[in-house]
Every structure is written in C-alpha cells, then in structure tokens.
C-alpha cells in the first residue's frame, strides 16, 4: 500500500485542457514538495507547500496544500506539450521526523498538441 | 557544474557482481539521500548522510547494499553480489538543510540506471 496514494496514475489530454492531480495520504506531512520527471531524467523540484492550506502558482500550475497538511493538488490550467511528463508528490513525514521524502507512485501526464 | 551528478549514467552487470554508483552533489550540500526508483513508480528511500554521517539507512534492501560518504562531500553507493531484482534506477538527491530544519528540499542528479542480467 502507497503511503501517498496519486490519482489519476495515466492522463492523456489535448493542448489547452485543465487538469487536476491529487495527492492523498491518511498521514501528516510536515511539507510535501511536487516534482516533474521526465524519461532519464531525475525529478525536478517544481514547488514546496509547508502551511496548511497553502497554495502556490507558478504560471499556469497551482498548487494547494490540504487544511489537515494530508493532501495535496496539482491543477495545470491551459496545458501544453511541454508538460508532458510524470508528475511526483513526496512529502516529509511529520510523525517519525525521518528527512526522506516519501513518494506518492506518480501521474503520468501526456499533453496531445 | 551546478547541479547533481551521477556516474555512470547506464551500469549492466552480471548477476553476482559487485557494482560501485557514484553521486556529486551540489558544492555546500549538507545533506545527502539515495533513492531507488522502479519501473513505472516513484523514487523509494535507501539511506541519508549529514555530512559524513549516515543517519538513516532504514531503507537498504538487503545487507548486500552499502553507502559511504568519507569526507562529506561525494558519496558512492555499493551494491554486492547483484541480483536481477536490484535492477532499477539509482537516485542520488543533495539539500543544504540540516536535520535540524523544518524542511528539505532535495535536489535530484540524472540517476544511475543499473541493469542485472
């Protein structure tokens, strides 16, 4: 069983579409950081959200983090080809204080021009 | 470079031999992590350096894997005697918080993609 349950796990969508990822855990997160990945790559950090209820933008992304600090969306407003990719949520688990990010198994956007 | 490195990038091996990843990170990183990532999921945790401490090794599989980081800086990940289940890709992510911070982020390198035949 995930600890960070992502759903939906495949979206494929047309350039210009909204979208909407989740990222859901019945554990606290002290933080919880979203990543891009693409094919060979390693993730690349797109934002962190520490506050509960907190949300981010960045351009066309949105972030929010949920009151209870147990979940997480990702909304893409006006998708491009460019945002094809996999999509990570990991969070720092708030009761056992360890560092490690611990991984949600991702969404893996594909964006049709 | 600015960024994470990891060499070498593609490693085949023979089951049962023993393999040697390497991991650059950002220069002033405190903080260093290995992840293991499977095909199709995301990055699982192995083992965590502060410095040349390792604090955390609560994720290695097996007593075949082994993480050093000598003079807290580069780090190299061993893995003995491989098996055709350690293939994966090998992920190697740096921070410059401490343990002592409310929160890390990680920077992640290319990764290391280990084949075991």
């Known amino acids: 069983t995930q600890l960070l349950e992502q759903s939906p796990q495949f979206l494929s969508i047309q350039e210009g579409e909204n979208l909407t990822v989740y990222c859901n855990s019945s554990?606290?997160?002290?933080?919880l950081q979203w990543y891009r990945q693409e094919p060979g790559e390693g993730p690349v950090l797109l934002v962190t959200?520490?506050?509960?209820?907190e949300v981010k933008k960045l351009k066309r992304l949105t972030f929010q983090f949920g009151d209870a600090r147990k979940d997480s969306s990702l909304h893409i407003t006006a998708a491009q080809p460019g945002d094809t990719g996999l999509y990570l949520c990991?969070?720092?688990?708030?009761?056992?204080?360890?560092?490690?990010?611990?991984f949600g198994s991702g969404t893996r956007l594909q964006v049709q021009p | 470079g600015a960024g994470v490195s990891q060499s070498p990038r593609y490693k085949v091996a023979k089951r049962g031999q023993d393999v040697a990843l390497r991991c650059d990170p950002i220069?002033?990183?405190?903080?260093l992590f290995w992840y293991q990532q499977a095909l199709g999921q995301g990055p699982e945790f192995l083992t965590y350096?502060?410095?040349?401490?390792?604090?955390?090794k609560s994720g290695l599989p097996s007593d075949r894997f082994f993480a050093e980081r000598p003079e807290g800086s580069v780090s190299t990940l061993k893995i003995q005697r491989t098996q055709q289940e350690d293939s994966a890709v090998y992920l190697c992510?740096?921070?410059?918080?401490?343990?002592?911070?409310?929160?890390?982020?990680?920077?992640f390198g290319p990764g290391t993609r280990l084949t075991v035949l």
């Open positions: 992510a740096s921070s410059w918080r401490t343990s002592g911070s409310s929160y890390n982020e990680q920077f």
């Open positions: 554990s606290v997160f002290s933080s």
């Open positions: 959200v520490v506050t509960g209820g």
């Open positions: 990991a969070g720092e688990r708030r009761d056992t204080g360890r560092r490690a990010l611990t």
């Open positions: 220069s002033g990183h405190v903080s």
């Open positions: 350096f502060q410095n040349e401490a390792q604090l955390d």
